[in-house]
């Protein structure tokens, strides 16, 4: 497949013409006969200007017909690139049945105004212009977009929206990465009926494990191939886009060297077997190809964490695991890697960008997840045992002040915890130190389990959010209030 011939065209702003020769024959067969292919917009003379628009769209996810919701027609939406210092303007149209909005998951911008502020409802057949710069100091990594009006959260991503949000900077630049052949991947599950519509959730599956499919598209199809030349490096660039399932990857053979978390890069690459990646999650490998040439799979392993105590507390019916549970019991393909030509061996990175150490904390928060049955709304999703409530200011933190935020699940699955605006870091788990440092913007948190994060908000005064990334646990109010102050 060529994928980065699709790529380059998309992400090109001269258009096809030039960059016809550069087109095989194959590819230029696929692009006639595709309507819609991953196509990128990228920031030139400092701006990122775009038209993006939802609208329910029908398309082709693999070989079957699915009504989705879409950005641009495309699910997943158009993949956006800027640069530090770059200035984005997203010309947003509403043309879904219900409001919703845009958030800049994982960027360190204003949480008001025309920024990341998820307070905004664009009502249908509306449209709004985002604007933004990306500060001079932002790190590279891999972000992303999607709806957040609270309610809707859970339907709309699960319903297709969401693209990735990519900002370029000295991570891409590092000579051994440069070298390594980067492809993204957005993880994104299903749940059709045999007309490809998607199949409305029971208020069960709402309240426990959230909406899940079987089906598990790889950007905008399934089991795609990537190929890797003999000797060579990959950058896989994955983000988890699901509303509720969480993936545990591993690719036969390989191992990953992680370089990059949520937030940006590691200080060196980590090496490991298998990675767990929770809704809203992205990681960011090196995978060498240093193997016998050969196809290799890229697996989901079964991942059954905190869903037996789950069941047995909800007394979920075998029927509603069956109709959107992920308690599959073996793993499952999400995409090849194919051996293809050879190059002189590249070796990883020895170092990456460095990750300070934050200093002791001047203070220290306990965020407490829970739920319980709330009268004339079922099941409740609680932190500290509050719902989510608009008017209500429930942390309040000064800029530039290091805090130590306490995340404690006493509930019965997983909740990952994720906040807007600042990254944080992970510092332990139930008292355990973590193996390496790491900039994220959600952790999971399982059942029982203290995990122990450190955050230093600057920069950007108002109000935004933190939530459990869980989206029907968040639509049903799971979801605080955070107030930046100078
Ligand atoms: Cu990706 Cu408030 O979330
Ligand atoms: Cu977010
Ligand atoms: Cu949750």
């Not at 204003?110 to 905004?120: I, Q, R, Y």
């Not at 549970?325 to 050879?342: Q, R, V, W």
């Not at 004339?376 to 609680?382: E, K, N």
Request: glycine share 8%.
């Amino acid at each position: 497949m060529k994928r980065r011939q699709f790529f380059w065209l998309g992400a090109s702003t001269t258009g096809a013409i030039v960059l016809a020769p550069v087109l095989t024959g194959q590819a230029r067969q696929l692009l006639t006969s595709r309507k819609s292919f991953p196509q990128v917009h990228a920031s030139t003379d400092g701006l990122l200007a775009v038209d993006l628009e939802a609208s329910n769209t029908q398309l082709n996810l693999g070989d079957k017909k699915a009504y989705l919701m879409s950005y641009n027609g495309q699910v997943p939406g158009p993949r956006l690139e800027a640069k530090p210092g770059d200035t984005v303007r997203i010309n947003f149209t509403n043309n879904l049945p219900k409001p919703t909005n845009l958030h800049y998951h994982g960027l360190h911008i204003p949480p008001t105004g025309k920024a990341d502020n998820v307070f905004l409802k664009i009502p249908r057949g509306e449209s709004f212009t985002y604007e933004f710069a990306i500060p001079k100091n932002h790190p590279a990594g891999t972000f992303w977009y999607h709806p957040h009006v609270h309610g809707l959260v859970a339907e709309q991503v699960f319903g297709g929206l969401s693209g990735l949000f990519v900002v370029r900077g000295d991570l891409d630049e590092i000579p051994e990465i440069k070298a390594a052949k980067e492809e993204f991947l957005v993880l994104k599950d299903f749940d059709l009926d045999s007309n490809g519509r998607i199949k409305p959730p029971s208020q069960e599956i709402k309240m426990t494990t959230g909406r899940t499919g079987k089906s598990i598209a790889v950007n905008e199809g399934f089991n795609p191939t990537l190929s890797i030349p003999k000797g060579g490096l990959l950058r896989l660039r994955i983000l988890n886009a699901s509303a509720s399932r969480t993936y545990r990857l591993a690719i036969e053979e390989h191992p990953f060297y992680i370089i990059a978390t949520d937030g940006g890069s590691l200080s060196e690459p980590v090496e490991v077997k298998e990675i767990r990646l929770t809704p809203g999650e992205r990681v960011e490998v090196l995978v060498r190809g240093n193997k016998e040439p050969d196809r290799y799979r890229l697996l989901n392993l079964p991942d059954e964490r905190g869903e037996m105590d789950m069941m047995e507390h909800h007394k979920m019916t075998n029927r509603d695991m069956m109709h959107g549970g992920t308690k599959e019991k073996h793993p499952t393909t999400l995409a090849t890697i194919a051996y293809s030509g050879s190059v002189s061996t590249l070796p990883l990175p020895k170092q990456l960008i460095p990750i300070e150490t934050l200093p002791e904390p001047q203070r220290v928060r306990r965020f407490e997840f829970n739920h319980s049955m709330v009268k004339g709304l079922g099941m409740a999703f609680l932190i500290n045992g509050k719902m989510f409530a608009r008017d209500r200011i429930d942390t309040q933190v000064r800029l530039n002040t290091v805090e130590d935020w306490e995340l404690v699940n006493n509930a019965h699955q997983d909740h990952p915890f994720h906040v807007h605006v600042n990254r944080f870091q992970v510092i332990s788990r139930n008292g355990k130190q973590v193996p390496y440092l790491a900039w994220k913007d959600v952790v999971s948190v399982a059942p029982g389990e203290t995990v122990r994060c450190r955050i230093r908000c600057d920069e950007y005064v108002g109000k935004t959010v933190y939530h459990c990334h869980v989206l029907d646990h968040e639509d049903l109010g799971m979801m605080g209030i955070l107030d930046l102050i100078a």
